[in-house]
């Protein structure tokens, strides 16, 4: 029988899962989210984070699922643990990922939905910050 892969997808040896293990797995899941799926793809992403660990790229996508699942806690604990593998936050001057202002926009809606007014003006504040400009005609 021929090798279709998936055995080598289950062997993810003493290291947990490489690199390109643990990006089919995240875009199965970014998959099924847009399919709906959005149970299947938290537990897609619940066995990336228990089999690669808790890196940022996983972290992330549970912390987007969590959030459009209406998990509004479990997203601001994800957002936060990034914060803690990251180490301390940089502020720098200047462009940031789109990464770096999605998160702050996540900040700002968990925040203003968990009725947090100060924390979500100041995440509002800090998002709008790193908005790129845009020129209106």
Do not use: N
């Amino acid at each position: 029988m021929p090798d279709s892969g998936a055995i080598a997808l289950l062997d993810t040896g003493p290291d947990g899962l490489t690199r390109r293990q643990q990006d089919f797995m995240l875009l199965m899941a970014h998959v099924m989210a847009t399919q709906g799926r959005l149970d299947e793809a938290a537990t897609m992403i619940d066995a990336v984070l228990r089999l690669k660990g808790p890196g940022e790229d996983a972290l992330f996508a549970a912390a987007v699922l969590d959030f459009a699942r209406g998990h509004v806690r479990h997203c601001r604990d994800r957002l936060a643990e990034i914060r803690r593998v990251e180490g301390t936050r940089t502020r720098r001057r200047g462009a940031r990922t789109a990464r770096q202002r999605a998160r702050l926009y996540l900040e700002a809606r968990c925040a203003y939905e968990l009725g947090l007014s100060e924390e979500a003006d100041a995440a509002l504040s800090a998002y709008m910050a790193a908005a790129p400009a845009v020129e209106l005609d």
